[in-house]
């Protein structure tokens, strides 16, 4: 983990602030469309709900911003355990962004698989080409978080979609219940900014194998024309 671009900060509240600010500047700094990919699980949550407040929902570009998924789970989106679901109940609906801005991951009426591909054919005519630049990178905001066992997004160790040099998505099947859709690295490291959220003692372990030099999946997440910020709690960090 690039100790430069470590940031520890008093709670999972601070750590949303912060990630607020840096999103703030981040599509104000973006000339056109803004593309912001999100990530799933609880840690973000504070982050969207935080976003729709008035004091940051008047500062985003919300007609210029596109919302991405880095992965999702294979459930019906109105699904408790959907991040769509999640981000639509804590930050679209009340900040009421234009659905045409939201680019969910089609898991109902279409298998795993055909999704996936759906996804990068979307992703694709978005960025008008088929092949990444790595001088013009997918995304202006990627949020990722961190499990336990060092997955992020939904690329978990040893799955086959974590060494995708190619495909921009995957399906990830039989490692969860659910099957799950992911972006793979090159689409990830697309990225001019990753903010990577980390809260909680529990995931003091993961840190810490980090640390060490372990070779986990969140550990090839290395924008090829951006920088990666992790944003810490004192909990996560240790301290
Ligand atoms: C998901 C996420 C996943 C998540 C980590 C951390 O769909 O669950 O994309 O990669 O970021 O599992 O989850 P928590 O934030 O819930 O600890």
Same mark, same amino acid.
């Given at each position: 983990m690039d100790p430069t671009a470590r940031e520890v900060l008093a709670g999972p509240p601070a750590v949303a602030r912060r990630a607020a600010e840096l999103m703030v500047e981040a599509c104000a700094s973006a000339a056109g469309k803004v593309a912001v990919c999100l990530s799933g699980g609880s840690t973000p949550k504070l982050l969207y709900e935080l976003l729709a407040t008035p004091r940051y929902a008047g500062r985003l570009p919300w007609d210029r911003i596109r919302w991405f998924w880095g992965d999702e789970r294979? $459930? !019906? !989106? =109105?699904? *408790? =355990?959907s991040n769509y679901n999640m981000v639509r109940r804590s930050m679209l609906e009340s900040a009421h962004a %234009?659905? @045409?801005t939201v680019h969910a991951m089609a898991t109902t009426g279409i298998s795993p698989d055909e999704s996936a591909a759906e996804y990068e054919r979307m992703l694709q005519g978005y960025y008008g080409a088929p092949t990444l630049d790595a @001088? %013009? *990178?997918?995304? =202006?905001v990627t949020l990722l978080g961190l499990g336990e066992d060092g997955h992020t997004a939904s690329l978990f *160790?040893? $799955?086959a979609a974590l060494s995708e040099a190619r495909r921009w998505t995957a399906a990830v099947l039989g490692v969860k219940p659910e099957p799950r859709l992911t972006l793979t690295l090159p689409a990830i490291n697309a990225s001019r900014l990753v903010l990577i959220l980390v809260t909680g003692t529990g995931k003091r372990p993961v840190l810490e194998r980090l640390e060490r030099g372990d070779d986990l999946p969140v550990a090839h997440v290395n924008p090829t024309n951006g920088r990666v910020v992790w944003l810490l709690d004192e909990a996560a960090a240790g301290h």
């Open positions: 294979f $459930v !019906p !989106p =109105d699904h *408790p =355990d %234009r659905t @045409s @001088s %013009r *990178p997918l995304f =202006d *160790p040893g $799955v």
